[in-house]
């Protein structure tokens, strides 16, 4: 099977180009990528006009399954993520039971791979029911796949057991993805703590929730030789505080979500429990700092954190937390970044594709001759307002909802194969 792509505008950090190129792609693999390609194919695309890019690689999505089949599932999260332009995601290990032996990651690497469009990699859960008393069977989970361990919604707290893991991970050579909340600094805490959750009269979540655990991870991974990637950053110190350590330690990579770069905790006056995450969303001094990151280099990725939910009526206090994310990530990084001047669109190709291949050390991020064929191809030019009527995704909870964005997906490529298309 031969097709090619034409007339896009590839952006391809890695491969160094910016400009008008055709592809050539045969069976799975970019066989040629040059100005104008005439040679004879089984199928042609036009992507003039569009964004040709490498497969978005979201590094942080809730696929819930196992055990939370009613909020999302692999069909539907893959459904959502090519939808989304991410042609690769990685499943976070909070599921039920929870992702922490070797069979279960097998488990759900081959489920995935029968059930899910885009491609999953999981990461397995550093300690044994992600409850930070003790080690998981790492190495057995490295073996059946796992390409980083979390330790998603529950920051250790035991600072011997976290070395002890750390150095596992580094013998392993696999990233650790950390989650940072001190559970008692946040409290009851629903938002963020300051002059809003004053006013509101609610609980609020300081900073240095997630602040004190990031230092801490990171003074010790450093000291293990470990690779660590933030999650989901939210304040001004967070980033300050990588900035710092990248001085030292060229294994710390950081990652912000859309939400905490477009929307502030004022949010939550208009929009309520639908405005409730982990971290919380901060102030617009946090919201400025996390952009000044991302365009100086210090955040290296930006992930959905997409984490479904079925649809209910809840207080602030019993509302879940967190929002369905792979089908709004690109259209609001576009607009809210790229379209203004914050980001080029390199940048944002580094941020959602290259350098998150590089921290998972895969074989994806880039288009050059030989390399998976995994594209998205994005059109810059509808506006609307964003929708969750149409979601492929079962969660349709976003604070973005009727939020003006401009772009849409219009083609998804997962190794050489079409799995979405949109005229
Ligand atoms: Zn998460």
């Given at each position: 099977m031969r097709l090619l792509l034409k007339n896009g505008h590839l952006v391809d950090p890695i491969g160094k180009k910016d400009g008008l190129y055709d592809i050539l792609i045969e069976d799975d693999k970019v066989v040629k990528v040059q100005t104008r390609i005439s040679d004879r194919v089984d199928k042609l695309i036009d992507a003039s006009d569009c964004l040709v890019m490498p497969g978005l690689i979201d590094?942080?999505?809730?696929?819930?399954?196992p055990g939370y089949t009613e909020k999302e599932t692999f069909v539907t999260a893959g459904r959502a993520a090519v939808k989304g332009g991410f042609t690769t995601i990685c499943a976070a290990p909070d599921t039920k039971p929870v992702i922490d032996t070797s069979f279960l990651v097998g488990d759900i690497r081959r489920q995935a791979e029968n059930e899910s469009l885009a491609n999953v990699l999981p990461v397995g859960a550093l300690s044994t029911g992600l409850k930070g008393k003790q080690g998981a069977d790492l190495e057995g989970m490295a073996r059946e796949g796992a390409v980083a361990f979390s330790d998603e919604t529950h920051s250790l707290v035991d600072m011997y057991l976290l070395r002890q893991l750390f150095l596992r991970c580094a013998r392993l050579g696999l990233p650790v993805f950390s989650w940072n909340e001190d559970r008692r600094l946040s409290?009851?805490?629903?938002?963020?703590?300051g002059k809003f959750s004053k006013s509101m009269g609610l609980a609020g979540i300081p900073g240095s929730a997630e602040e004190t655990v990031q230092a801490r991870y990171m003074l010790l991974a450093e000291e293990c030789g470990c690779q660590l990637h933030l999650q989901h950053m939210s304040t001004r110190k967070s980033v300050l505080m990588l900035w710092l350590a990248k001085k030292q330690f060229e294994a710390v990579t950081g990652e912000v979500c859309p939400h905490h770069l477009f929307l502030t905790e004022e949010c939550l006056m208009e929009k309520g429990a639908a405005g409730?995450?982990?971290p919380p969303l901060r102030t617009e001094e946090d919201r400025l700092a996390l952009i000044d990151g991302l365009r100086d280099g210090i955040i290296d990725v930006i992930a959905t954190d997409h984490s479904p939910h079925e649809a209910g009526k809840w207080t602030l206090e019993e509302a879940p937390s967190g929002f369905s994310g792979l089908e709004t990530a690109l259209p609001l990084v576009y607009t809210g970044l790229v379209k203004q001047g914050l980001l080029s669109a390199s940048q944002m190709v580094e941020k959602m594709s290259s350098n998150p291949a590089r921290i998972l050390k895969i074989n994806r991020g880039s288009l050059n001759p030989?390399?998976?064929?995994d594209i998205t191809v994005f059109d810059p030019r509808p506006e609307y307002d964003i929708s969750t009527?149409?979601?492929?995704?079962?969660?349709?909870?976003?604070?973005?909802?009727g939020y003006h964005v401009s772009g849409r997906v219009t083609t998804t490529l997962v190794s050489g194969r079409v799995v979405y298309r949109n005229n």
């Open positions: 590094m942080h999505t809730h696929v819930r399954e409290g009851k805490g629903v938002m963020n703590a409730k995450v982990y030989g390399d998976i064929a009527e149409g979601f492929a995704s079962l969660g349709k909870n976003t604070p973005f909802e």
